[in-house]
């Protein structure tokens, strides 16, 4: 594994997954949270309201986990709809994929097994998982070996810099 770039360092980690064929429409995507939407039906092709368990809402233009206590940051895993490789805000899709996002540095480092959660069970819907810090394919089963190793390599290097991932101090890194 190639070394860790600035970015995921600060920024964190960020994976696709991608549909091919039938993509989600943005109904099809809000029964993440647990509900319908009144005015964006789901086609109902999906399987998104059997991910509610997953905790996510809709904040702001897009969807996140909030957390639920004091420590790290206020939303610690980000989904942003895709469209041709960028996310998009007030889109009624379909979409052809969903980026989720994961600041390790922010974030203590127990949340990160939700977030690998978040992912596997996601990319079952899905035809292709991408670890785009990396530019690698993960394949239809998305093996998060590298993703793993990452998330501790990165709590690894902050902790040399005598800094825990998810504390006060982490949440002040500027980058």
């Known amino acids: 594994m190639s070394a860790l770039s600035e970015s995921m360092l600060?920024?964190?980690?960020?994976?696709?997954?991608?549909?091919?064929?039938v993509k989600p429409t943005f109904g099809d995507l809000f029964l993440i949270c647990g509900e319908t939407h009144p005015a964006f039906p789901s086609t109902g092709r999906f399987g998104f309201d059997r991910l509610a368990d997953l905790q996510f809402e809709q904040v702001d233009d897009y969807f996140g986990v909030r957390s639920?206590?004091?420590e790290g940051a206020d939303v610690p895993i980000w989904l942003f709809p895709i469209i041709a490789g960028e996310p998009v805000?007030?889109?009624?899709?379909?979409?052809?994929?969903?980026?989720?996002?994961?600041?390790v540095l922010r974030?203590?480092?127990?949340?990160?097994?939700?977030?690998?959660?978040?992912?596997?069970?996601?990319?079952?819907?899905?035809?292709?998982?991408?670890y785009r810090s990396r530019g690698?394919?993960?394949?239809?089963?998305?093996?998060?070996?590298?993703?793993?190793?990452?998330?501790?390599?990165?709590?690894?290097?902050?902790?040399?810099?005598?800094?825990?991932?998810?504390?006060?101090?982490?949440?002040?890194?500027?980058?």
């Open 89 to 103: 805000d007030h889109h009624p899709g379909p979409f052809d994929g969903v980026r989720l996002e994961y600041n």
């Open 10 to 21: 600060h920024q964190g980690i960020s994976i696709e997954v991608l549909f091919v064929d």
């Open 68 to 70: 639920l206590t004091d």
């Open 136 to 175: 690698l394919s993960l394949g239809a089963q998305s093996d998060l070996t590298s993703v793993r190793a990452d998330i501790a390599a990165i709590a690894d290097y902050w902790q040399s810099q005598g800094i825990s991932v998810g504390s006060r101090q982490a949440l002040e890194v500027d980058f």
């Open 107 to 130: 974030n203590p480092l127990n949340r990160s097994e939700h977030y690998l959660r978040c992912v596997q069970e996601i990319a079952v819907l899905g035809a292709q998982v991408e």
